[in-house]
C-alpha cells in the first residue's frame, strides 16, 4: 500500500515472525548466542522467557535457519492441557505418524525415532513455544522424554521458550528435576530508547529505506508508548506509515505518531493492557491539538524499560535545521499551514475548564501536516566537508548526503560567498570559520568538534572535500560494512569522475593498486568513511601537515591495530576539469611537493610512504636527464678527437637521441599497459612518463624551505 511510496521494497513492520529483519539487540544477541550454547554445547534443557512480543518467536525462527542438517528440529507451539496426548503432539511436530494406541505405545514410537536419528548421526531439537501453557504433568511427562539416552548421549536437546510465568512454573517444588537439567536460560528484556530507534531504522533500511522517515521526537514518543515492545512498535510504526501516506507526507513526524496512539486506544486496540498499573494513561478523546500529549511527553521515563538505568536521555537537539528536499515544497505546505494558524489558539491550560479556545482547538484539522520542522540528524553519520578553492562550491555536496544527517562545512580560508551557499544547502558552518583554519588536518578536527555538538552519539564520520558527490548508497553500505567488520577504521569506495569513468592515478601500478578491493595501507583520496571511536582514539588529524592528512591518519591507525578497506561499492563522482598543459604541469609540481613531504614524515619502513614515487621523480627528473647531457657534451668533446669526420654536434645529438629513446620506450610501454587503442592512455601515458620533471621541480621545492605550490 505504502511501499512505493516511502521507497520500500517489501513492509518493514510486520507483526508475523520474520528472522531476516531480526534486529540484534544487547538482550537479543545475548539471548541467541545462550541459545546456541546450548545447542552446540548439548545442554539438556534451554529456557528463554520474555515478555509479549519481545521477540522470542523471531529469535527462534532465526535458530531454525542457522542450525545445520546434522539436527532433526522441531517446533511445537500452542499445546495446552487438554488438547490432546503431549506425546502425539511432539511425533506431529517431527512429521511422525501416529495412531490413538495407548501412551506406552506413543512413547515407544518416540524412542525408536530418536534412536533412528541418532544412528543418522544426527542430533534432535525440539522447541516448544509459549511454553508457560504446559501443564505440570506436561512437564513431568518431558523430563521423562530427556532421560532416553544412548549411552552417555542424550538424544533428545529440549528448548522451553514462553513468558515470564514460565520460570514460576518451573521454579515448583514438583518440578526440581526438571530444573537440575536447564544447562541455559535467559530473559529477554524491552528495547531501550536507543535500541528502539535503531530496531526501526534496521527494519527500515532492510526494506529498502534509503532516507530518514521518523523524526527524532516521533522516535521518542513511540519508545515511550510501546514501552520497548518489538511487537507494539512494529504495530505503531506500521499504523503511522498508514496515517503519514493518506496524508501524503513523507516524513512520520510526532503528530502523527500521537493521533495514532490516540485512535489505538480510544477506538481500536492496543498491545498493552490498559488497566497495568505501569501502562501509560489513556487521554481523553476531547483532548486534541499540539498539547495533546504533554503529558506522555514530560515523562517518558516511567514507561519504556523497567531498566531504565541503561537508557540514555533522548539525544541533544540543539541542531534544528530544515530539509527542505526530505518533507515537502514550501508551495505543498503554505496552503495548508497558513488556514491551521489562523484559527490557532491560545496554550490551553489543563487545569482550566473546557471553554469557547478549547471548542476551537477540536475544531482544528486532526491530521494537518506539521510545519516544516526543523529536524534533528541522525545519531549514526555525519558528515565534514573542507573546501581550500573559494570557486568550489559545495551545494551539491552537501545535497548529496542522505536527509537526517549532520553535516558541517569546514572552509581552510574565509569565503563568505561558499560558506552561505552552504548554509543554505542545510549544512552547519563551523565555529571561526571566516578565521580561515589554514591546512586540512586543523578544518577536519574542527569540522568534528562541531559535528560532536551536534550528534553526541556519531559513530561514523565522512569527511570529503566540496565538489566531490556522494553516491546516494554509500554511506548505508559504509554503516552495514563498518557494523559487521568492527576491526576497520576507515573505508573507501570507487571513485569516479562526471562521465562515468574511474578515478585516473598517475602510473599502472597505483591504478591497479588504487581499484582492487580489499584492505589497503592507505586511502587513495582525501573522502573516507571513518569510525567515530577509531578516530577519537588516534587524536584526529595532525593539525601541523600541510597535505597527506588522510594517509598519516590511515598510518596512524593501522599502527594501533586497526584496518584500512576499499569495498567494491560506488562512493563518490569527482568534478574533472579538461586537461590542460598548464594545469597538469601545477598538479605534477603539487604531487612532487607532497610526496617529497610524505617521505619526510613516513619514509622509514615499514611503510616507506613517498619514497618511491619521491626516488623516481629524482631519477627520471633530474639524474637521467643530467647524465644524458653531461654524456652529450662528453661526446662532443672525445668523438672529434678520435673520429675527425664526426661533428661536435652530431655526436651529442646521438647521446641526446638515446636519452629520448629511453623516455619514448617508457611512453609507448605504458601506452600498451593501459590500452594501444584507448584515446585517453595516449595522454595518460605522456602525463606519467614526462611529469617526472615537473614532480622533481615540486620536490626541490620542499627540500628548500618554499611553499605549497
Known amino acids: 500500500m505504502y511501499e512505493q511510496f516511502f521507497g520500500l521494497s517489501e513492509k518493514p513492520f510486520s507483526i508475523q515472525p520474520d528472522p531476516s529483519f531480526l534486529y540484534w539487540g544487547r538482550t537479543h544477541r545475548l539471548a541467541y548466542a545462550m541459545l546456541e550454547y546450548g545447542v552446540l554445547n548439548h545442554a539438556g534443557i534451554s529456557v528463554v522467557t520474555g515478555e509479549v512480543g519481545c521477540g522470542k518467536t523471531t529469535l527462534i525462527h532465526r535458530l531454525l535457519d542457522q542450525l545445520s542438517d546434522s539436527h532433526t528440529v522441531a517446533l511445537l507451539s500452542n499445546v495446552q492441557a487438554g488438547r490432546g496426548d503431549l506425546l502425539s503432539w511432539v511425533l506431529m511436530s517431527f512429521g511422525q505418524p501416529f495412531d490413538d494406541s495407548s501412551h506406552v505405545g506413543l512413547f515407544a514410537q518416540l524412542q525408536n525415532f530418536f534412536i533412528g536419528e541418532y544412528s543418522k548421526g544426527k542430533r534432535i ?195 534544528e535545521r530544515v530539509r527542505e528536499t526530505a518533507v515537502k515544497t514550501k508551495a505543498d505546505i503554505e496552503p495548508q499551514i497558513k488556514p491551521a494558524a489562523a484559527v490557532a489558539p491560545p496554550p490551553v491550560q489543563h487545569s482550566a475548564p473546557t471553554t469557547a479556545t478549547a471548542v476551537k482547538t477540536e475544531a482544528a484539522p486532526r491530521n494537518a501536516p506539521e510545519p ?52 543554505k544547502a542545510g549544512a552547519t558552518i563551523v565555529e571561526n570559520a571566516g578565521k580561515g583554519l589554514q591546512t586540512g588536518g586543523r578544518a577536519r578536527n574542527a569540522g568534528y568538534r562541531q559535528l560532536k555538538k551536534i550528534a553526541p552519539h556519531l559513530k561514523y564520520v565522512q569527511f570529503l572535500d566540496a565538489g566531490v558527490v556522494l553516491d546516494p548508497d554509500w554511506i548505508p553500505a559504509g554503516e552495514k560494512f563498518l557494523e559487521r567488520r568492527p576491526e576497520v577504521a576507515v573505508i573507501e569506495g570507487a ?163 638515446v636519452g629520448l629513446a629511453v623516455y619514448l620506450l617508457q611512453y609507448f610501454a605504458s601506452i600498451f599497459r593501459r590500452g594501444l587503442f584507448k584515446p585517453a592512455s595516449w595522454r595518460r601515458g605522456f602525463y606519467a612518463v614526462f611529469g617526472r620533471f615537473p614532480e622533481f621541480f615540486g620536490a626541490m621545492r620542499y627540500w628548500l624551505g618554499g611553499e605549497r605550490p
Not at 530496531?199 to 522516535?219: D, M, Q, W
Not at 544527517?405 to 560567498?417: E, H, I, K, N
Request: overall charge neutral; aromatic content about 6%; hydrophobic content about 40%.
Open 125 to 319: 531439537v525440539l522447541i516448544i513455544d509459549e511454553a508457560q501453557n504446559l501443564s505440570i504433568d506436561m512437564l513431568e511427562e518431558l523430563r521423562l522424554l530427556s532421560n532416553i539416552n544412548a549411552g552417555k548421549d542424550q538424544l533428545l536437546q529440549l528448548i522451553l521458550v514462553g513468558q515470564p510465568q514460565l520460570k514460576d512454573v518451573l521454579n515448583k517444588p514438583e518440578l526440581l528435576q526438571l530444573t537440575q537439567r536447564v544447562g541455559s536460560d535467559f530473559h529477554l528484556t524491552p528495547l531501550s530508547r536507543d535500541e528502539v530507534q535503531a530496531y526501526i531504522e534496521t527494519r527500515l533500511s532492510i526494506a529498502g529505506c534509503r532516507r530518514r522517515v521518523f523524526t527524532e521526537r516521533a522516535l521518542d514518543l513511540i519508545a515511550a508508548q510501546s514501552r520497548g515492545v518489538p511487537r507494539v512498535i512494529n504495530v505503531i510504526a506500521d499504523t503511522a506509515l498508514v496515517y503519514a501516506f493518506s496524508a501524503e507526507d513523507l516524513v512520520v513526524g510526532v503528530e502523527t505518531i500521537r493521533n495514532v496512539i490516540r485512535d489505538k486506544k480510544a477506538y481500536g486496540v492496543f498491545g498493552i493492557a490498559s488497566d497495568d498499573a505501569s501502562a501509560p494513561p489513556i487521554p481523553s478523546a476531547s483532548k486534541q491539538g499540539p498539547d495533546a500529549f504533554v503529558e506522555e511527553d514530560e515523562a517518558p521515563k516511567k514507561r519504556v524499560v523497567t531498566e531504565r538505568e541503561r537508557t540514555p536521555e533522548p539525544r541533544a537537539t540543539e541542531f
Open 495 to 657: 571513485v569516479r569522475d562526471h562521465h562515468g569513468r574511474r578515478r585516473e592515478f598517475t602510473t599502472v601500478q597505483e591504478q591497479k593498486q588504487n581499484e582492487a578491493p580489499g584492505e589497503i595501507a592507505m586511502t587513495s583520496t582525501g573522502a573516507a568513511l571513518v569510525r567515530a571511536s577509531a578516530f577519537e582514539a588516534a587524536g584526529g588529524f595532525r593539525g601541523d601537515l600541510i597535505a597527506r592528512d588522510m594517509e598519516d591518519l590511515c598510518i596512524r591507525q593501522r599502527r594501533r591495530g586497526a584496518h584500512i578497506w576499499r569495498i567494491e561499492e560506488e562512493m563518490s563522482v569527482e568534478e574533472t576539469r579538461r586537461p590542460t598543459i598548464g594545469r597538469w604541469w601545477r598538479r605534477s609540481r603539487q604531487r612532487g611537493f607532497d610526496n617529497a613531504y610524505a617521505m619526510s614524515l613516513h619514509g622509514g619502513p615499514p611503510e616507506r610512504h613517498g619514497v618511491g614515487a619521491t626516488v623516481q621523480a629524482v631519477v627520471w627528473g633530474c639524474v637521467f636527464p643530467l647524465t644524458v647531457a653531461a654524456g652529450a657534451g662528453l661526446a662532443a668533446l672525445v668523438v672529434p678527437m678520435f673520429s675527425p669526420m664526426t661533428l661536435p654536434g652530431m655526436a651529442a645529438g646521438g647521446v641526446a637521441a
Open 372 to 423: 516544516v520542522r526543523k529536524e534533528t540528524p541522525s545519531a549514526v553519520t555525519g558528515a565534514v566537508i573542507v573546501s581550500a578553492d573559494p570557486k568550489v562550491s559545495p551545494e551539491a555536496t552537501i545535497r548529496s548526503i542522505a536527509d537526517g544527517r549532520a553535516v558541517v562545512f569546514a572552509p581552510l580560508v574565509a569565503m563568505p560567498d561558499a560558506a552561505a551557499a552552504a548554509n
